[in-house]
């Protein structure tokens, strides 16, 4: 990258590689001086999560799911070739009642494509389960415990797999935004019943019916998410294009008319992660801005910049939930929003504690509002932050230590052990849902539960209930 840019630097301005990796060193230096996790946060800000499930450790995470009384976990242990995906059925009413349910060959063999995390979504109804991968669509009849397969040979080499509706939602792209990719990129849906597929972009379709068809790269950061069961919003990076959130509604097979995107006004940086949550017919969606500045390494002390919205499928304009001010003299976005947000976010929770970005994670069922936030608190504790309701003043901060492999692991694994495994495990969290009396905190591996009521309890004693 330095000789290219020299390459067209004005005379004089060229980047010397001896003096540029001095100061990357001295940098590197100043940041790990620097103390890991916010200082100064008391003890009674901390509530302890201590009950930790997962099918096997290293069988990768496909998909989650909550229904009924159970979890459904679909995984794949990408250590073996040879082994079969699986879907790992938790009973939450009954202790240490799990069992499996094996997909068969002809399915399972699409999710080994020597990805780290293979991609692929499930979908559980009350009387099937369905599962989409790159090559085949999976139908289990959950009376007969049977499987059909369906191989879709335009459904290999996707990836971003989104069951939304009667349709399987997928991509192709490339993993950054300045590289070509493969010749033909875009956006599809694969219809449950005619097999026929929609296309929302296609980057060979011409004449184009929206401005990503002509991209010359197209870039999916992050994972499709559903607004309801006939619509959905996609992030679409282009190259040389501004990033944008985009509102598609699902298109029909047996429509000539092409579904055409609405964009979403959302101040998507390039690098910033975004994390949504369907609840029921409301997605919310959040983006994180960690202010570094031009040069410099990212250190704990940066602050970060939260925007957060939610959408009902009938409305075209989102409703703004956080959004967060830039300090004075960071490089923070300019808040473009008109509408008050409904949740008040103090300024002085916007710094980091963190060399590095955390996914943040956002839980809104309308009411009540949980943002787990890229922060670390001392001792790898992660940061959660709680509104109780819209307009309700700042939240609770809540620091949650997940310790379950330390106090209950197996006698034969070391404590040096367990806490890298907790550690890897607390900073892998993705996914938060609230299901009557549980909190869930979905991990790579499988999940860590909280009951409410030690939720309660905690606020209650800190009178913030």
Do not use: C
């Not at 070739?81 to 069992?99: G, K, M, Q, Y």
């Not at 040069?295 to 970060?304: I, K, Q």
């Not at 710094?351 to 509002?369: A, C, E, M, Q, Y």
């Not at 890897?424 to 909190?439: C, E, F, K, N, W």
Request: charged fraction near 25%; glycine fraction near 8%.
């Amino acid at each position: 990258h330095i000789e290219k840019y020299n390459e067209t630097a004005a005379p004089g301005g060229e980047i010397s590689v001896r003096s540029y990796q001095k100061d990357l060193e001295k940098l590197r230096g100043v940041r790990d001086a620097l103390p890991e996790g916010l200082q100064g946060i008391g003890d009674e800000e901390n509530l302890d999560v201590t009950f930790l499930e997962y099918a096997y450790w290293y069988a990768p995470k496909i998909a989650f799911q909550f229904a009924e009384k159970y979890i459904f976990l679909l995984q794949h242990d990408v250590r073996r070739p040879e082994a079969d995906a699986h879907i790992v059925v938790f009973d939450l009413s009954r202790e240490e009642d799990r069992r499996l349910i094996d997909l068969p060959h002809s399915l399972s063999d699409f999710f080994f494509d020597g990805r780290s995390y293979p991609s692929g979504d499930m979908l559980v109804r009350e009387d099937s389960i369905v599962v989409a991968g790159p090559g085949a669509i999976g139908i289990y009849d959950r009376k007969k415990e049977e499987w059909k397969v369906t191989s879709h040979e335009f459904l290999e080499g996707k990836q971003g797999f989104r069951i939304i509706g009667n349709q399987v939602l997928f991509h192709v792209g490339t993993d950054h935004a300045q590289k070509a990719g493969p010749p033909v990129q875009g956006l599809y849906g694969l219809d449950l019943d005619s097999g026929k597929i929609v296309t929302y972009i296609n980057t060979t379709r011409r004449p184009t019916i929206n401005l990503y068809d002509s991209a010359r790269s197209l870039q999916f950061p992050s994972p499709l998410l559903p607004l309801g069961e006939k619509r959905f919003m996609a992030r679409v990076h282009g190259f040389r294009s501004h990033p944008s959130l985009l509102k598609f509604d699902l298109g029909s097979p047996d429509d000539d008319a092409q579904p055409v995107p609405l964009a979403i006004p959302f101040p998507i940086e390039p690098l910033a992660p975004t994390h949504g949550h369907a609840f029921e017919d409301l997605s919310t969606m959040v983006m994180l801005n960690r202010l570094v500045k031009p040069g410099t390494y990212a250190d704990p002390s940066n602050h970060f910049q939260v925007f957060a919205l939610s959408m009902k499928p009938g409305v075209s304009i989102p409703t703004w939930l956080l959004a967060s001010e830039a300090p004075e003299g960071s490089p923070g976005s300019t808040i473009p929003v008109t509408q008050k947000p409904l949740y008040e976010f103090p300024e002085e929770f916007s710094v980091t504690g963190s060399k590095f970005t955390l996914p943040p994670v956002i839980w809104h069922d309308g009411t009540r509002l949980l943002f787990l936030s890229p922060q670390l608190a001392s001792g790898n504790k992660r940061i959660l932050y709680y509104w109780k309701k819209p307009n309700g003043g700042p939240p609770a901060r809540i620091t949650l230590d997940f310790n379950s492999l330390r106090q209950y692991g197996p006698e034969g694994m070391s404590m040096e052990e367990r806490t890298k495994r907790e550690t890897s495990a607390s900073r892998s969290i993705d996914g938060i849902t609230v299901a009557g009396d549980l909190m869930i905190f979905e991990i790579n591996y499988g999940y860590y539960l909280l009951p409410m009521k030690s939720f309660r309890d905690h606020l209650d004693q800190r009178s913030l209930r």
